[in-house]
């Protein structure tokens, strides 16, 4: 298996300009997650989905963020408009669904914001 | 609520000595507990995962943790380390109500010559 797939792998984008990031979960896992790492905020979860359905957002900072998940095998998190506190290291993760389970991270989307 | 304490940021050590990564954690309900590493540039991996049963569980790279109730932690050990192990640590925790868990701050481990 390929594992979590993420893409792009590193963006530089302008203030104000909109960001889509990709996810690939591994084929047959039912939760995917979105988590966001910063050197000042540590690791923290945006959002999760159960069988492609948001069940969390709790953890998406404000409406400039949204995320998707339109089928089971695809997932994308957007930033309209971004901003400088943004920059970040974003993270996607998976795992088979089961309540207590692993997960699967991917390689991360590094996001500069200028 | 739940949480996870990792007291310390970095622990530095000398390679083939000894380490104990902290972690404690807070919870009224029974709790899942997972070691992860971090390597540069990469995403996290599991590395050792207490769900029930023996108290000592033992993961891959000769890392090995312990769940203790009554003290409320699962401090990770390893016997003697290698350069290569120099990464950042996150201990976590599930409850059993949600598929999310919840990490600490992370302990970066610096191994040297």
């Known amino acids: 298996d390929a594992g979590v797939i993420q893409s792009p792998r590193h963006e530089v984008t302008e203030m104000g300009q909109e960001v889509t990031l990709r996810c690939k979960p591994i084929?047959?896992?039912?939760?995917l997650f979105w988590y966001r790492q910063t050197m000042m905020r540590g690791l923290e979860l945006l959002i999760y989905?159960?069988?492609?359905?948001?069940?969390?957002d709790s953890g998406m900072p404000e409406d400039r963020f949204s995320a998707k998940m339109p089928n089971a095998s695809f997932s994308t998190l957007k930033i309209q408009p971004s901003e400088p506190r943004d920059s970040a290291v974003y993270f996607c993760a998976s795992s088979p669904g089961a309540q207590v389970d692993e997960q699967f991270f991917g390689p991360g989307t590094r996001l500069t914001v200028l | 609520a739940q949480s996870v304490t990792q007291l310390d940021s970095q622990v530095p050590v000398f390679e083939e000595a000894p380490v104990e990564l902290r972690c404690n954690y807070s919870s009224s309900v029974s709790v899942y507990l997972f070691w992860y590493v971090q390597y540069p540039n990469q995403g996290l991996q599991l590395l050792l995962k207490?769900?029930?049963?023996?108290?000592l569980v033992k993961g891959i790279n000769g890392f090995e943790a312990e769940f203790n109730k009554s003290q409320t932690s699962f401090h990770l050990r390893k016997p003697s380390v290698h350069i290569s192990d120099t990464a950042e640590y996150f201990c976590a925790l599930n409850t059993g109500t949600a598929s999310k868990l919840t990490f600490g701050t992370g302990t970066r481990l610096q191994v040297t010559l």
């Open positions: 989905f159960n069988n492609n359905v948001p069940i969390d």
């Open positions: 207490y769900l029930s049963g023996s108290t």
């Open positions: 084929s047959g896992h039912n939760s």
